[in-house]
């Protein structure tokens, strides 16, 4: 693996004021926080901090205020809740630079914590503008980052900052990394991916890297579709990217030459309409359809050759659902395959890693997102790490 700097290369941190990068930018009503999932991911970093006698000054964003001063997207609100999760006092900052930012800085004692302004408020921070991250840089003596979610993003306080500073991965930073390491970086074989949802032409460049890395690839959801047609394969009125049929069967040939094995659908369920309770029928790849006809999940054959491959595998990385999963019944092919995966992480005999958006979802669903050896919600920062791309925020942060 390649080594990232973490807090264990950080020494004498009393009395010095460390900038750490959260992602804060956590679902909000009436100026209430909602969850505050993204609030505890941070807590063992600011804790460690405190613990160490550092000043702890957090950067975050909220929203899209590009570059205004929006007062609905602060982050004051979310101070009460972080207090209440850490069970000490936050300040709070009404700028993250200036004036504001400094003399808050300057009257937190050893182990004191500050929350500073949406660092969106200055059009700078997403400019990545050089003058803004050395005025951050300027209010601190480390800078840590600890918000994986925003570090495919090239900004001020993501990206430039750290070449001012020493800079290092926080807690929850330095487990993603270590979990996508053990996934696709240095995995133990042989590796199953699984890739769902709705288009081939979002997920292209995934393919094409994971092909290149896995032993096996299942490919579910519409997407499969896509696959299937491309074979010839009669799928009704489903959701395909039919004009994508040359590109799948492109991606059909390179997995081939490069030795992984892709596990499309044998089989499939089937219904005239998305609603829940539906009339449903199993198909056998192959079969007529009606154009009425809709593939709305995996079928049980195609399940069960999921599971056979789950068992036979020693590493498990998961984008994307099999089915429609926010409707029953056509979640069955998801929640049992996740299920199964969850029992063999369980067991220690898998390492199984899921992430990006609607993969949470369905794992959250499936009830087994604890039982799993890593569930990423970083979403597009996930997905880019997935394509094989550099993480600005993260290449910032090697040795």
Same mark, same amino acid.
């Given at each position: 693996?390649?080594?990232?700097?973490?807090?264990?290369?950080?020494?004498?941190?009393?009395?010095?004021?460390?900038?750490?990068?959260?992602?804060?930018?956590?679902?909000?009503?009436?100026?209430?926080?909602?969850?505050?999932?993204?609030?505890?991911?941070?807590?063992?970093?600011?804790?460690?901090?405190?613990?160490?006698?550092?000043?702890?000054?957090?950067?975050?964003?909220?929203?899209?205020?590009?570059?205004?001063?929006?007062?609905?997207? !602060?982050?004051?609100?979310?101070?009460?809740?972080?207090?209440?999760?850490?069970?000490?006092?936050?300040?709070?900052?009404?700028?993250?630079?200036?004036?504001?930012?400094?003399?808050?800085?300057?009257?937190?004692?050893?182990?004191?914590?500050?929350?500073?302004?949406?660092?969106?408020?200055?059009?700078?921070?997403?400019?990545?503008?050089?003058?803004?991250?050395?005025?951050?840089?300027?209010?601190?003596?480390?800078?840590?980052?600890?918000?994986? !979610?925003?570090?495919?993003?090239?900004?001020?306080?993501?990206?430039?900052?750290?070449?001012?500073?020493?800079?290092?991965?926080?807690?929850?930073?330095?487990?993603?990394?270590?979990?996508?390491?053990?996934?696709?970086?240095?995995?133990?074989?042989?590796?199953?991916?699984?890739?769902?949802?709705?288009?081939?032409?979002?997920?292209?460049?995934?393919?094409?890297?994971?092909?290149?890395?896995?032993?096996?690839?299942?490919?579910?959801?519409?997407?499969?579709?896509?696959?299937?047609?491309?074979?010839?394969?009669?799928?009704?009125?489903?959701?395909?990217?039919?004009?994508?049929?040359?590109?799948?069967?492109?991606?059909?040939?390179?997995?081939?030459?490069?030795?992984?094995?892709?596990?499309?659908?044998?089989?499939?369920?089937?219904?005239?309409?998305?609603?829940?309770?539906?009339?449903?029928?199993?198909?056998?790849?192959?079969?007529?359809? !009606?154009?009425?006809?809709?593939?709305?999940?995996?079928?049980?054959?195609?399940?069960?050759?999921?599971?056979?491959?789950?068992?036979?595998?020693?590493?498990?990385?998961?984008?994307?659902?099999?089915?429609?999963?926010?409707?029953?019944?056509?979640?069955?092919?998801?929640?049992?395959?996740?299920?199964?995966?969850?029992?063999?992480?369980?067991?220690?005999?898998?390492?199984?890693?899921?992430?990006?958006?609607?993969?949470?979802?369905?794992?959250?669903?499936?009830?087994? !997102?604890?039982?799993?050896?890593?569930?990423?919600?970083?979403?597009?920062?996930?997905?880019?790490?997935?394509?094989?791309?550099?993480?600005?925020?993260?290449?910032?942060?090697?040795?």
């Amino acid at each position: 693996m390649t080594r990232f700097r973490t807090l264990d290369d950080a020494h004498d941190l009393a009395g010095k004021t460390a900038l750490v990068r959260v992602d804060f930018n956590v679902p909000m009503e009436d100026g209430k926080v909602t969850d505050d999932t993204r609030l505890r991911v941070a807590l063992p970093t600011i804790q460690r901090l405190r613990d160490a006698g550092a000043k702890v000054a957090l950067l975050a964003h909220f929203d899209r205020p590009k570059g205004q001063r929006v007062p609905s997207m !602060s982050l004051k609100p979310v101070v009460d809740d972080l207090e209440n999760l850490l069970g000490a006092p936050v300040r709070f900052a009404d700028d993250c630079i200036g004036p504001d930012a400094v003399d808050a800085i300057r009257d937190l004692d050893a182990g004191g914590v500050v929350l500073l302004e949406n660092v969106r408020f200055h059009a700078a921070e997403e400019a990545n503008d050089p003058v803004f991250a050395q005025k951050l840089a300027d209010l601190g003596d480390l800078y840590v980052n600890d918000a994986f !979610s925003a570090a495919h993003r090239a900004h001020a306080s993501t990206e430039g900052i750290a070449h001012h500073l020493p800079a290092y991965a926080g807690e929850s930073m330095r487990r993603e990394l270590d979990a996508l390491d053990a996934a696709l970086g240095n995995p133990q074989k042989p590796v199953l991916g699984i890739v769902g949802g709705a288009k081939v032409s979002t997920k292209l460049d995934l393919l094409k890297n994971l092909v290149g890395k896995l032993d096996r690839l299942a490919i579910g959801g519409g997407m499969a579709n896509t696959f299937l047609f491309a074979q010839g394969i009669d799928i009704g009125g489903s959701l395909a990217e039919r004009d994508m049929a040359d590109t799948a069967r492109e991606i059909m040939a390179e997995a081939e030459a490069k030795g992984c094995k892709l596990l499309l659908p044998v089989d499939f369920v089937v219904a005239t309409e998305v609603k829940p309770g539906a009339a449903s029928r199993p198909v056998i790849a192959g079969a007529a359809l !009606s154009a009425d006809d809709k593939i709305l999940d995996a079928g049980p054959a195609t399940v069960a050759r999921l599971l056979e491959a789950l068992t036979a595998s020693k590493t498990l990385i998961w984008n994307g659902p099999l089915g429609v999963f926010e409707v029953p019944p056509f979640d069955a092919a998801t929640v049992t395959v996740a299920r199964h995966a969850a029992a063999l992480a369980k067991a220690g005999l898998l390492v199984a890693v899921g992430g990006g958006g609607d993969t949470v979802s369905a794992l959250n669903h499936a009830g087994v !997102s604890d039982d799993m050896t890593f569930v990423s919600t970083a979403g597009g920062a996930f997905l880019e790490w997935m394509e094989g791309k550099p993480l600005p925020g993260v290449e910032a942060l090697r040795v």
